[in-house]
């Protein structure tokens, strides 16, 4: 069964300031996505960025970006230039590709706080 | 409504009660899936329905826990003679297609707490 850990309970970042949020995965497929969420108080899950793993170059969407390694099996978050509204939870998660099995797999997630 | 959306937004009820919970999804969304996320942990898959079959229903996790899909919108969860155990948010997500890569949508949950 695929598992995913995250291994920071809790991360703190100073506004403006660079972040990482790491993420390790176990898989025996070779085809699957990875994803991160963003959980606000608000709980509703927004995606923040993809990335298939059958692509080798690192997504990226504005400031954040992602280093993805999949002989190591990681796929951390880095969050550039934060800004106050990006803290929150922010979970990893993993999908197979294989037909009928989409269903996400999330790691515990990691809370994020930015102090200005 | 423009989103996924669940009701109630938080529900309160006594152990061994039996408890509803409802998701719209987006209008013309076919996969929809629920989640649970207890305390402190990610979030679990419960069941997962194309139109109002559910091919995949592995995450349930009792046989208290019951799931329809009717018209191919609306989902109801059912929980039977709830635990304290149950006490969580369960979000639903819905998806315009199932197996290309499609964002999931997520509605903002409904917190249940048994007492």
Partial sequence: ?116 | GAGVSQSPSNKVTEKGKDVELRCDPISGHTALYWYRQSLGQGLEFLIYFQGNSAPDKSGLPSDRFSAERTGGSVSTLTIQRTQQEDSAVYLCASSLVERILVEQYFGPGTRLTVT
Avoid: H
């Fill in chain 1, 1 to 116: 069964a695929q598992t995913v850990t995250q291994s920071q309970p809790e991360m703190s970042v100073q506004e403006a300031e660079t972040v990482t949020l790491s993420c390790t995965y176990d898989t025996s497929e070779s085809d699957y996505y990875l994803f991160w969420y963003k959980q606000p108080p608000s709980r509703q899950m927004i995606l923040v960025i993809r990335q298939e793993a059958y692509k080798q170059q690192n997504a990226t969407e504005n400031r954040f970006s992602v280093n993805f390694q999949k002989a190591a099996k990681s796929f951390s978050l880095k969050i550039s230039d934060s800004q106050l509204g990006d803290a929150a939870m922010y979970f990893c998660a993993y999908r197979s590709a294989i037909y009928n099995t989409d269903k996400l797999i999330f790691g515990t997630g990691t809370r994020l706080q930015v102090f200005p």
